[in-house]
């Protein structure tokens, strides 16, 4: 009947659902406090002890700026290049069926279990001018191992799980109904994959590529031991900052860390906003 109280049980249980929520509030930001607020800010606390002066000259330092050049454009580059082949990777395991598919799906994964330090040596050896792929490229004047085109290759190895296993889901999930009306409408296929297929995959796409260039830009282990770590030519920003701590310069190493904080906060921002904009074209 109209105007009838809820159930007792009902109004217990809802009761106790919201003194519980507080709680999970304060586990949540507790956490976040302990892992991510805290380290940050006392990051930027010790960047900030330094004279504004003091933190301009060692921010905008020659070796400082190439640098942040060669991390940046390096792993926006290599985000990219894992967007085009990261989909295409998701596409073949989705929509076909070939001998060891199993196997190769798992290997793709393989970067997320294999130690960095353990994916440079393999590079760094199969590259070098001597390796197996190295030596066929030295020839052409072609050198891979300790250069910049190596370092590329180390983030485009470590990145690329992360397009693979974003677009993979929502390939799965798509109807291929659709793509048959397109085509019987008269469709190519590349007008149906690039007006049926693309939008609903832009997302998650985007989402991919985000997480692939924030990972390319963290990027340590494997990039010390393929690259030549020579500044100006192949050196990263990361790398950098440990050579500071190994001369002792923390407050050089901070103010360093405070600007790669500083710029891939604001590259993530505008990325999200991508990703907010493929959702409203997806609708």
């Known amino acids: 009947m109209a105007g009838t109280s809820p159930p007792l049980s009902s109004s217990r249980h809802s009761q106790k659902l919201i003194t519980r929520i507080p709680w999970l509030w304060v586990i ?48 926006l580059m290599t985000a990219l290049i894992n967007g ?29 279990a294999l130690p960095t330090s353990v994916a440079g040596l393999t590079l760094a050896t199969v590259y070098s001018d001597k390796g197996w792929l190295g030596s066929l490229l030295a020839p052409f004047g072609i050198k891979i191992a300790f250069t910049r085109l190596g370092v590329g290759v180390a983030m485009l190895l470590i990145s690329l799980p992360f397009v693979v296993r974003t677009v993979q889901p929502v390939l799965s999930e798509m109807d291929k109904e659709v793509e048959e009306a397109a085509w019987s409408l008269g469709a190519s296929r590349f007008q149906t994959f690039w007006w049926v297929i693309l939008p609903p995959l832009m997302p998650a796409l985007l989402t991919g590529v985000a997480l692939g260039f924030s990972r390319a830009v963290g990027e340590y282990g494997s990039v010390v031991i393929v690259a030549s770590n020579t500044p100006f030519k192949d050196l990263i920003a990361p790398v950098l900052v440990f050579q500071r701590l190994e001369q002792y310069d923390y407050s050089g190493a901070t103010v360093i860390g405070a600007v790669l904080l500083a710029i891939s906060l604001l590259l993530l921002f505008l990325i999200n906003l991508l990703q907010a904009w493929g959702r409203r074209y997806d609708r």
């Open 28 to 75: 949540t930001i507790g956490y976040l406090s302990i892992m991510l607020f805290l380290p940050t800010s006392a990051l930027l606390i010790k960047a900030m002890t330094e004279s504004p002066g003091s933190f301009w000259k060692i921010a905008t330092s020659p070796i400082a700026l190439s640098a942040y050049e060669v991390t940046f454009v390096t792993a």
């Open 84 to 112: 085009l082949f990261g989909t295409l990777v998701a596409w073949v395991l989705v929509r076909y069926t070939f001998p060891f598919k199993r196997l190769i799906d798992a290997a793709v994964d393989l970067p997320f």
